[in-house]
């Protein structure tokens, strides 16, 4: 990563992550408490980069996540994750390459469990093609699926964070953690660990939590080398 890059972590989103909060007490309220600290179940896991370039930072920052994720637990160290970089078949200029049709992940986002959603900030919003796949779901398309919310924006007011919250809130996504929203630190590997490390518990209860017959209907949807 460039050494002038900018980068910084807040925690924002308040009112989508009580509802996330408040989902998962739902989820747990008739289920017997465990103390359960990892998931035992296999869950699929899922990351949608939605930078219209390839190589862009978005992925970069995500690609660090994941790393955090795994560290702390709330992914297993070795387990595989779907990544679907969204600019991975344009060019520089955000143009799709001639010959190239990059798979559906419409498919993909449906049948997962953990999902993560990135997205650089455009005209102080998520990208246009992140919005395009979202809108390409359809209603509630994410229901009960565990989603974290990470957005790379220039400054404090952009506010694209808070507006992917609300639209992945809007399509059903369970929400335990409020978006990751990276600006300019000094150092974004320590704060990406530290908001990893500050929501590991109730990531963890949501993940132990998902409703094991869901689950399969999710994962007989899809051929397991998908």
């Known amino acids: 990563m460039p050494a002038d890059l900018d980068l910084s972590l807040r925690d924002d989103g308040a009112r989508n992550t009580a509802t996330g909060v408040a989902a998962v007490q739902r989820m747990t309220a008739s289920q017997p408490q465990t103390g ?3 998931v035992h179940r296999p869950i699929r896991v ?3 980069v939605g930078s219209r370039a ?7 920052v995500t690609d660090t996540v994941i790393k955090a994720l795994k560290t702390t637990g709330i992914i297993p160290a070795h387990h595989p994750v779907r990544m679907l970089d969204l600019g991975a078949h344009r060019d520089q200029t ?3 390459r001639h010959g190239t049709r990059p798979p559906d992940p419409v498919p993909l986002m449906r049948a997962t469990d953990l999902l993560i ?16 796949l979202l809108d390409d779901l359809g ?15 220039a400054n404090r007011r952009t506010g694209t964070g808070r507006r992917l919250q609300k639209l992945l809130d809007q399509l059903g996504a369970v929400l335990p953690a409020p978006p990751l ?3 300019r630190p000094e150092d974004p590997q320590h704060c990406i660990t530290r908001w990893a490390t500050a929501h590991n518990c109730v990531l963890l209860q949501a993940l132990a939590q998902l409703d094991p017959c869901l689950q399969a209907r999710r994962h007989a949807s899809l051929p397991d080398d998908s």
């Open 139 to 153: 209603p509630m398309s994410l229901h009960r699926i565990v989603t974290l919310a990470i957005s790379v924006e």
């Open 36 to 38: 359960m600290t990892t």
């Open 46 to 48: 899922t990351d949608v």
């Open 54 to 60: 390839p190589h862009s930072l978005t992925t970069t």
């Open 181 to 183: 929203i990276i600006t």
């Open 117 to 132: 959603v990135a997205s650089p900030s455009y005209l102080l919003t998520y990208s246009g093609v992140l919005k395009a």
């Open 94 to 96: 955000g143009r799709s």
